[in-house]
């Protein structure tokens, strides 16, 4: 069967040059299901993106589906703004038994609008305004989100020169391994609070991923994060954990910062959080930082009650006992495995592997060589981007539901990319 050419016409005369993703994978897409998608030709592809993360459960899963479908058929409430809905009333019931309460995490839950930077501005304007200061510590290679309060707090330069205005309020310091541990942790960063001529005003919150995603897969160790955690109380600063993207089980405890032993301030949460790629977002903060007037911070779009019925079958399908957490990290093991035989299998390459879960990056000492894989991958039916500040990661981010087999072939085609980009 001859296949023909995608039209791509409307996109590129219509659609605005800022589009990224569809520049690196030229089809049209029509079917998914849990880790595959068909385009238009009927050409099957795995899928290691997920939607950036925002598709932890495949796409389509039949259980979430489900629920959604029911409950639009019954006339169930769509758009609510933050008014008591049924539906939100079942999230927020399930989210404190499956995951506040077993946890012992002291949260109250806001629901700050459809996306993770507007998470990420309710955390920061939550702590500014509790504790009366402006400053915010973010890290080095940090990704918060591309509105400005986000964009202050994020490194890469490309992401911050598009705000078209200074961005200020924020301090970058050295993210775990930045400076390959010639430097004390946290030496330079308790120097400057310490010290009255160091020019650093004092800050609100200091705001971490504890794997930098969209920074290169760049992850934290254990120690380093309890070792902020304790500055951040000495100094009376409150500390944001960024999880949008490696939360919701992306690294096998639901949130990325259990295996730390920490319990932030603060939590941003979105993409899996709907479990369906709906628009969704939640800022968790402790009980005593909720010092919100009603309406100081709202949005249209904050009640997206097909979101709450598809976040509630999620958390009932997959947060019910610790099964997906083991499968998590057992499927993590898999690729791990799998990328060091690539990285051996081609010692010129200086390649690195890294990575926790089942969130996965390999950088090449080439900085131009991820995309050209990335490039090749897409030709042999896989789907994966490129991360770091000069897209020099190829990033994976499975669906915590995929099956070993089909882990295997997206692995195996990624071992032929990479050979045949050498």
Excluded at 153 to 166: E, F, S
Excluded at 202 to 216: L, W, Y
Excluded at 247 to 261: I, N, Q
């Amino acid at each position: 069967m001859t296949k023909r050419q995608p039209d791509l016409s409307v996109f590129e005369t219509l659609e605005s040059e800022v589009r990224s993703y569809c520049r690196g994978w030229p089809t049209v897409f029509v079917h998914a299901r849990g880790s595959r998608l068909r385009d238009e030709n009927g050409r099957s592809y795995v899928d290691f993106f997920t939607g950036a993360g925002s598709l932890n459960y495949g796409h389509n899963d039949p259980a979430l589906k489900r629920a959604l479908l029911d409950y639009i058929e019954a006339d169930g409430i769509t758009h609510g703004l933050d008014m008591a809905t049924a539906g939100k009333r079942a999230f927020l019931e399930t989210f404190l038994n499956l995951v506040l309460r077993p946890r012992e995490l002291p949260y109250k839950v806001m629901f700050p609008g459809p996306a993770g930077t507007n998470a990420v501005e309710a955390a920061l304007k939550l702590a500014r305004k509790v504790k009366g200061r402006e400053a915010i510590v973010s890290f080095t290679n940090a990704f918060h989100g591309m509105s400005l309060g986000a964009l202050a707090v994020t490194g890469n330069v490309v992401k911050r020169a598009g705000a078209g205005v200074p961005l200020v309020h924020g301090t970058p310091m050295p993210f775990d391994h930045y400076l390959d541990d010639r430097v004390p942790d946290f030496l330079w960063f308790e120097r400057l609070l310490d010290d009255q001529g160091s020019g650093l005003n004092k800050p609100a919150a200091v705001i971490v991923e504890t794997v930098q995603g969209e920074g290169g897969v760049n992850v934290a160790r254990g120690e380093w994060l309890r070792e902020l955690a304790g500055l951040c109380h000495r100094h009376d600063m409150l500390l944001i954990v960024d999880d949008i993207q490696m939360g919701c089980g992306r690294t096998g405890a639901f949130f990325s910062f259990e295996e730390a032993g920490i319990t932030p301030d603060i939590v941003t949460l979105s993409k899996s959080i709907s479990g369906y790629g709906l628009p969704m977002s939640l800022c968790l903060f402790r009980h005593d930082l909720d010092v919100w007037e009603p309406g100081e911070h709202n949005g249209t779009f904050r009640g997206n009650n097909h979101a709450f019925v598809t976040a509630t079958a999620a958390l009932e399908t997959y947060w019910t006992g610790n099964r997906m957490e083991k499968q998590t990290i057992a499927r993590g093991e898999q690729v791990e495995q799998a990328l060091h035989m690539i990285r051996d299998e081609h010692p010129h390459l200086g390649a690195a592997v890294r990575g926790r879960g089942l969130v996965w990056g390999m950088e090449f000492a080439d900085r131009h060589r991820a995309s050209a894989v990335a490039r090749r991958a897409f030709d042999l039916g896989l789907l994966v981007e490129t991360s770091g500040p000069e897209d020099e990661v190829v990033k994976l981010l499975p669906a915590l539901t995929v099956g070993a087999e089909e882990l295997d072939e997206g692995l195996r085609i990624l071992a032929r990319a990479v050979r045949e980009t050498t």
